[in-house]
Each structure stands twice: as C-alpha cells, then as structure tokens.
C-alpha cells in the first residue's frame, strides 16, 4: 500500500509529496515539529501535542495555519487513509518558501504543511522495555532554546550516532556537570522511591509524555523532584528511565557503562509504564 501525505491541504501519494528549495524548513531549520503516537488506531495526547506546537510556532513568530479541529481532522484523515493501527504521525510546519534571506518573509507567506504517518506494529510492547537501554553521556552543545521544538535535529542526531558507535543505544546530555536530557527523551532517575528529573526551562524540552507520567506519578502517592541530576548521581540511582511520545516510559539499565540499580528495567519505571500506558489508551481519541 502507498502512503498518503498531506502536504499543504491535499492528500497525495508520497513519491507526490514534495515541497520547495526555497522552503525556510530546508534552507534554516526554520520550522517545528510534532510527533504524536497513535496506538489501537487512536492518537495519545493529542491535545497536549496541539498546545505544545501553537506554543512552538508562537516563541518562533510563525503563524498558526491550522485549528486544532483541522489539525485532528488531518490526523484522523490519515490514520484511517493509511490503515494505521499502531504508529507515529510526524507532523511540521515550516515559516514557508521565500527568497533566501536571513530576515523572515512577509507575514503573509503561507507556512509549509507536511504530515506522514510510520507504521510501528506492536509499538507499546517493544522488547526494550523489558530489557532496558544503554546510554552514555555526551556534551550538551546545543542552542539555548531546547523548549522550542524545532527541526534542528543533526546534533541529537551526531549523539545518537556517537552511541550506536559506543555500542549503547542511546546518549544523555550534559551541561555544566548536569544532564538535561536525553537525545529524543526526557531523563529521569529514581533514588529510595522519589522520582527526580529535570525543572522544566529552555534547557530542555518539556515533554507531553514528561508532563502524563508526571501527574500520573503523582495521582499514584509517588514522591516526585523537579531538580538537575549528574551522571554520577544516576549511576548511584536505584533505576533509571526515559520518556517520550514514541518510547513511552522506557527503563535505563546502563549509563557510560555502570550499571544501574540491579541491570534489570525497576519497579517504578515499569509501573509507570504501565500506568501511562492504560490512562493514555483511555482518553486517546
Ligand atoms: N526531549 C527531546 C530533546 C525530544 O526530542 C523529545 C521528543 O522528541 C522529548 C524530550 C520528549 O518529548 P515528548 O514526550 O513530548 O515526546
């Protein structure tokens, strides 16, 4: 089956779906993104992914060129018109094509639209989460508004490289001897039952999936601390784990190859898991 995109209101085969030289995506990483998971042919957190894409678009000046009700149509469009069970609809929206030039164009130049789906079968009962990651910690040398979620990606990209390369799978990020996050995820440690993981601010993003488990945790009499972490911190932990739309809560067992708590995916890690992953298939829409 050919995938149907959505490109700029039409729906079109992907090998049709293109977009300009000139787009600002292409030329400045002038754009932002969101990744919602759809499980059982229903999207997870929609609303809190809206709210978080009008907030990017906002700090970037770039206007809204969708209601959130069209939005969802396009997303509901494409799961039903790409048989998607279990998956991820990528969606961005770029400031549009205009002559290369440094300053933004005319506020009235359309904004690019790109939607696809990828089918992931069986995406919430990934091996990992049984078995638990490997990461390391690399330097964290981004730019300094990580709130934004833009397309700026080649360096999370070069830290998952650097860890396949280590032979781990993943990489956290550390700033002035504190991680902030992971390279695609949001960092978590779990130290005598209270959960710890970074204040929100522009160091990292402020994760839809962060913001669930949080309250979840909470809901649930879990002791929580929104504070900065070391590596040396988390290797000491008694488990450790990430959050994201597309990993959901995922055990950490290694960090710059010490193990963490007994090498095994922990309790919390995996009652939130599961915590999360029932009360998001409730209200997913
Ligand atoms: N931090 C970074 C740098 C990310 O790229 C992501 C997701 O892509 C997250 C955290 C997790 O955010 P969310 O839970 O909204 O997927």
């Known amino acids: 089956m050919t995938r149907t995109v959505y490109v700029n209101g039409d729906y079109v085969p992907e090998a049709e779906a293109k977009v300009s030289v000139f787009d600002r ?45 069209d939005l969802l149509e396009v997303h509901r469009q494409l799961i039903a018109r790409n048989e998607l069970t279990d998956g991820l609809i990528y969606l961005q929206i770029t400031r549009g094509a205009a002559d290369r030039d440094f300053i933004y164009p005319a506020a009235d130049t359309p904004q690019t639209v790109v939607l696809f789906t990828q089918a992931k079968p069986g995406l919430a009962d990934s091996p990992v989460a049984r078995t638990g990651l490997k990461v390391i910690s690399i330097d964290d040398i981004r730019w300094g508004r990580r709130d934004i979620k833009t397309v700026q990606l080649l360096y999370p ?76 911190e988390a290797q000491d932990a008694d488990e450790a784990f990430i959050t994201s739309a597309s990993s959901f809560v995922t055990p950490v067992v290694e960090i710059d190859g010490a193990t963490v708590g007994t090498g095994k995916p922990g309790f919390v890690a995996t009652r939130l898991r599961e915590i999360y992953l029932d009360e998001s298939r409730k209200k997913s829409v």
């Open 25 to 69: 995506g292409f030329l400045f990483a002038d754009g932002v993104y969101e990744v919602t998971s759809v499980l059982d042919g229903k999207l997870i957190d929609f609303d809190g992914h809206a709210k978080r894409l009008e907030r990017s678009l906002g700090e970037l000046e770039i206007g809204v060129p969708l209601s959130r009700e």
């Open 157 to 232: 990209s070069m830290g998952k490289m650097m860890a396949k390369a280590a032979g781990a799978d993943d990489a956290w990020m550390v700033e002035d001897g504190v991680v902030t996050e992971g390279t695609s995820n949001n960092a978590y440690i779990v130290k005598n039952g209270k959960i710890i993981t970074r204040h929100l601010g522009t160091e990292i993003l402020h994760g839809i999936t962060r913001a669930a488990v949080l309250r979840f945790a909470r809901e649930a009499q879990m002791e929580v601390e929104e504070r900065a972490f070391s590596i040396e």
